[in-house]
T-cell receptor, first 112, second 113 residues
Framework: SQTIHQWPATLVQPVGSPLSLECTVEGTSNPNLYWYRQAAGRGLQLLFYSVGIGQISSEVPQNLSASRPQDRQFILSSKKLLLSDSGFYLC???????????FGPGTRLLVL | GENVEQHPSTLSVQEGDSAVIKCTYSDSASNYFPWYKQELGKGPQLIIDIRSNVGEKKDQRIAVTLNKTAKHFSLHITETQPEDSAVYFCAASLDGSARQLTFGSGTQLTVLP
């Protein structure tokens, strides 16, 4: 069966510090991968998605970036965090033969 | 692009009563409609989905109905229990689109004991 992992689970970072969040998927190959941000406890905002290694599509201009160095690894990064980057970050995956997206447990980021 | 509107934003029901959450979508080409349940501090979990070639789907206490003509779909939860309390999201998808799901804004369901 497929599983999706995210780490860290929680993170407190000062403004201006860098960020690296990691997402990995097991039990599948060549998945589509997604990063979402959820602010104020609701509303899922799609940030990036990837259909393959090195292929990243950005949905919202911001100081975040994403990379996919391996087939089942998706990384969300920032060089300098802003207060507005605080939120709940969710990674999701989808197989290429069906439409359903499955979400990871999320990373709660607090920027102080 | 696709736009999904979800109502109500909050819903309180007595335990044992039914709950209904409604969503409308704008793109008539959308053909896949999942519903997710998100408990506090956790990632959303798929609870039921429906495709455009079906009008209704049921799984125990949960059902989803789809009206393609009116471009709306609804989640029905019967015999609600306290553990049904969560935020529920609807979504719409166009088959073959890698970008895929467009989400509604969510409904906070509270089941009162």
């Amino acid at each position: 069966s497929q599983t999706i992992h995210q780490w860290p689970a929680t993170l407190v970072q000062p403004v201006g510090s860098p960020l690296s969040l990691e997402c990995t998927v097991e039990g599948t190959s060549n998945p589509n991968l997604y990063w979402y941000r959820q602010a104020a406890g609701r509303g899922l905002q799609l940030l990036f998605y990837s259909v393959g290694i090195g292929q990243i599509s950005s949905e919202v201009p911001q100081n975040l970036s994403a990379s996919r160095p391996q087939d089942r690894q998706f990384i969300l990064s920032s060089k300098k965090l802003l207060l507005s980057d605080s939120g709940f970050y969710l990674c999701a995956w989808r197989g290429t033969s069906f439409e359903t997206q499955y979400f990871g447990p999320g990373t709660r980021l607090l920027v102080l | 692009g696709e736009n999904v509107e979800q109502h109500p934003s909050t819903l309180s029901v007595q335990e044992g009563d039914s709950a209904v959450i409604k969503c409308t979508y704008s793109d008539s080409a959308s053909n896949y409609f999942p519903w997710y349940k998100q408990e506090l501090g956790k990632g959303p979990q798929l609870i039921i989905d429906i495709r455009s070639n079906v009008g209704e789907k049921k799984d125990q206490r949960i059902a989803v109905t789809l009206n393609k003509t009116a471009k709306h779909f609804s989640l029905h939860i019967t015999e609600t229990q306290p553990e049904d309390s969560a935020v529920y999201f609807c979504a719409a998808s166009l088959d073959g689109s890698a970008r895929q799901l467009t989400f509604g804004s969510g409904t906070q369901l509270t089941v009162l004991p």
